[in-house]
């Protein structure tokens, strides 16, 4: 049974940094595909980063690339958003999600139908 638990997430100030931690258990990472979304009151969900189990390559929505980094420790079973520069419009619930990895879900790695699994989320507040 695939689990998720997300963690990290905090009130922090404009400008700071926070990293988000998802801790998966149920499944090997080298066979899955790994995700992070947010959702903003009233707002839809949003891709952010991805990770593929296989090789390592990532994937970033043009909104944070530059500013989030994804990351991964296969011996603690846990994924990572690095975040910085944060701005309040960043203020949101994150999700990660996960999935089996395939070479044709990599072009789909951060739409929210491609994955089947997903953690609880963590409050991310950013204020000004």
């Known amino acids: 049974q695939v689990q998720l638990v997300e963690s990290g997430g905090t009130l922090v100030q404009s400008g700071g940094s926070l990293r988000l931690s998802c801790a998966h258990s149920?499944?090997?990472?080298?066979?899955?595909?790994v995700g992070w979304f947010r959702q903003a009151p009233g707002k839809e969900r949003e891709g952010l980063s991805a990770?593929?189990?296989?090789?390592?390559?990532?994937y970033y929505a043009d909104s944070v690339k530059g500013r989030f980094a994804i990351s991964r420790d296969n011996a603690k079973n846990t994924v990572y958003l690095q975040m910085n520069s944060l701005k309040p419009e960043d203020t949101a619930v994150y999700y990660c999600?996960?999935?089996?990895?395939?070479?044709?879900?990599?072009?789909?790695?951060?739409?929210?139908?491609?994955?089947?699994?997903w953690g609880q989320g963590t409050q991310v507040t950013v204020s000004s």
């Open positions: 999600a996960a999935r089996p990895w395939t070479i044709a879900a990599n072009s789909m790695l951060l739409f929210t139908a491609t994955y089947d699994n």
């Open positions: 990770i593929s189990g296989s090789d390592g390559s990532t």
């Open positions: 149920g499944f090997t990472m080298k066979y899955y595909a």
